[in-house]
């Protein structure tokens, strides 16, 4: 029997310690392992998807330290100490999120394997400040892909969010 | 089976014709979503495919030794271990006339596309497998190849088949009246060639399969994110030589987008489920993006060669249409093209027709449907000449059409073509000018030209693009749908078909709980999976609305008279008196006098062990309807586009879109309007952005989204949508199919659109996309671009 070859030996392990959705905990992780396959393999939160695997669909994203990032471009041990968001963790105690209440209510989503990825960029987004105007929804949402639905939906869902906002008077 | 319809139900009904918002979003917006990778399968080994780097080649040798000894990897198939299941993969569509080539799950002597399967590795994860991948040596003998229809019809040119003649794969007329002779005697005669390119469906998940041979119950499980899982489940009980029982296919629950290449069948799914049977361990692969790019099937490439014979009023006497069309390395159906050649007469009368098909075998791989299905080419055929009609006799567009459309009295209009299905083209209702008057309440023309005038002085350039279309929908053969009372009192349908975002666990909730006259809470719909009704066919052409419908309708309202009938014998009282109201059956009237859908299921499904029942008591509350059309079903609609052109960039901007569609009774408008936006985003695509691009000899020059353009929110207006609404005789619902309306007419409108603006350049759009590139030739008579 002729030799095995070992390309990925367990050396190559590395341990990382970060938070995901508020839970803090320490992982052994393949050093060439992504984040986003670690969220969906080692972690079990499926919820992530993945679209392209090249940066470019969206359908990845995630929050890493308040920021909006593509999970299939990083590696988990990139993510050793950071406080990483998914899908997973927006909705509360079973009652969805604002946000998703009006991407029900719109329509905004089909077959909705980009959904998560479309929420949490609009998550990130969200923190930085309202979206008023169709431009800037669009300009919010741009930055992913969605194939079934067009995007009208998304649109008139973040612009019924500041619409009510403006109605409950919690606009700055 | 004729049917006549019942229009009248859609008043009665409470919950068909709502805008309900869907059941499954909220797993969807929660990452609750079952689609095939997120499963918990637990240890599926994974699989990696080597594919082709040539587009034609023939194939040495495979050295797979070196990836055999990596650690973590289990086993390595080519076709020299597979020599059982390397039969024939039938094309869905055939005709008596087709070069037919076959094709296999893996190649065996030859490749004749980038991405045709070579060797399967299977490893403990998807890494090793991709590593091992790197380790297999192929020795290549490259052969001469063609990255086109034009490629592929010089003379001399290289055969995709070696050994056969031709690279045609099939060359079919059709004609209706006499379309040489009205040529030869019609008053004016315009001619043009269009080139409509490649594009891909894009769904965000790619393809993926799972299998696993259950031991226990000496049964093969196949999980699929198919659109078609029965049809699925027969290709593998055809190729394995097995009963279709000892094959359990399930599409999951969810799957993410589909629009027709899931709806195909691929070498992938036979490969996956029996090499788990082989190592006698379960196995999945899933479908990266640039395997999606050169192995998941595409569309659109056709070539078409068009001539209008019309009088001085622009009254259409003829149309003659020669297309070219890339049926790909393989035939897998011939249903594109002979949808486009039907879909060109579109809603005009035109009293002779000459449709003639070429398709070719190219080195690229195989087309089939995806969503609009050969018909946005056949409209740009059609359309682009309306405009040009109104161009040569200087009238507007809009009345060239208006002087053609079949009228509504006019239905059954019968065109004298044979649809894809196999039936006579015969539109069932329809209204065209209401459609075309839609849009014309919509855009003051006149005001219009005057802007449009008056910004050309400014050096911009406005133009206005209309199309329309009619669209066959609904095809058979059947589609089913059971319903069963559940022994806890609640109703429960079983579709066979499966879907990628159509929302069928809500819209036919809403069928079924209106023909059962129930609360619509009380029924829960599942689909996709062969355990849970023997046969279907799939959700394609936009069958699914105009079959699965009625069935669902026709089932539900079997159940109510299944369980009235129980309630009537157990209350001793009359079927006539008796209604749902909630979760029982009552006596009008005397509301005390009720029975629960619990105690109906435990009486007559549940029963008394051995114990005997009165004679009027039916037993085993469940019905299975399979719904049979006669013909297809014809859906219509039309686009109106109003365009700027930026003629030193190329640039095109969408001022307004407006879709006007008809699909007959609208069983929920928001998921029809869902589906109508989201065509019409891919309807965008194909018109301006999306182009897989090959060389000449067939090497894709797009395979990652840095070089193929799908549109974003920042390209996809939000369109302005109104309904005409002629209900189907043909159907109980009266029901149309809504998913492709979207699309098909946007590259047509828009082309159009863009002619208009650039008239003063004398532009001719004839190819599409109409990238910046394309559009800057028009304007400045630049040479055609080559690949």
Redesign the interface.
Known sequence: M???????PIESKLWITLTINGSKGSYFV?Q??TLADFL?KEV???????????G??G?CTIIMDDKAVRSCLLLAVQADGASIE???G??RDGA?TPL?EA???H?A????????GF?LSLVARLREGPIET?AE???S???????????????SALLSLSNSNGEDGEKP | MTRTSDIGVMDKTRNIGIAM??R??????????R?L??L?FGDFYEAAILRSNYPHARILAVNT??AK????VIAVFTANELGPILKDLPPKVVHPKLNYQVRLAIAKEYVRYIGEPIAVVVAENR??AE?ALE?IEVDYEPLGSVGSTAEALKVGAPLVHVGSETNVAVHIIQQAGDPEAALKTAPHVLSETFEVTRGG?????GRAVAARFDEVTRQLIVWDNTQAPHYVRQMLATIYEVGEDEIRLIAPA??????GPKAQFYGEEVLIPWIAMEIKHAVKWIE??WENFVSATMERSQTHRVEVGFDEDGHLLVLKDVFEHDQGAYCVGLQVPTITMSTLPGPYVIPNIHSELIACYTNIVPTSSLRGAGRPQAVVAMERMMDRIAEHLGIEASEVRRRNLIQPDQFPYAVGLTFRDGSPLTYDSGNYPELLDGVLSRIDLKAFRGEQAAARKTGKFLGLGLAMFVEGTGIGPYEGARVRLTNRGRVLVSLAASP????YETVYAQVAADALGCDIGLVEVRHGDTSFIPYGQGTFASRITATVGPAVWEASGELRADIISVAASLLKTDVGGLDLRGDAVEVVGDPEKRVTLADIASIANVGRHGMSVPRDLPVAIERTSYFKPTQAVYSSGISAVIVSVDVETGKIEIIRSILGHDCGNVLNP??V??QI??????GIGNAIYEEAKYSRDGQPQAV???DYA?P???E?P??ELFHVISPSPLNPLGVKGSGEG?TIPLPASVANAVEDALRPFGARICELPLTPQRVLAAVYGLPKLES
Do not use: K, W
């Open positions: 002729s030799e095995t070859i070992d390309i990925d393949e060439r392992l969906r079990g939160l499926v919820g992530t998807h993945l679209g392209c695997e090249h470019s669909c359908a998914t899908v997973e927006l909705a969805l998703q991407f029900r209510a329509h989503l089909q077959c909705g394997y980009c959904t998560s929420l169709e929804a669009r300009e949402l741009s930055g992913n892909i969605c194939r079934c639905t067009g995007y009208t939906g998304m649109v | 918002t869907r499954e979003d909220e797993r969807l917006l929660t990452g609750g979503g689609f990778d997120d918990p030794d070196a000894r990596l650690n973590g890494y090793i590593d380790l469906g894009h769904s965000i998940e969810d799957i993410g987008g589909g629009f990266d993006r990628q975002g159509q929302g928001l998921l309007e869902g936006l989201g065509g019409h985003a891919h990652s989204y840095l799908l974003t929110a920042m996809v939000t369109p979207g």
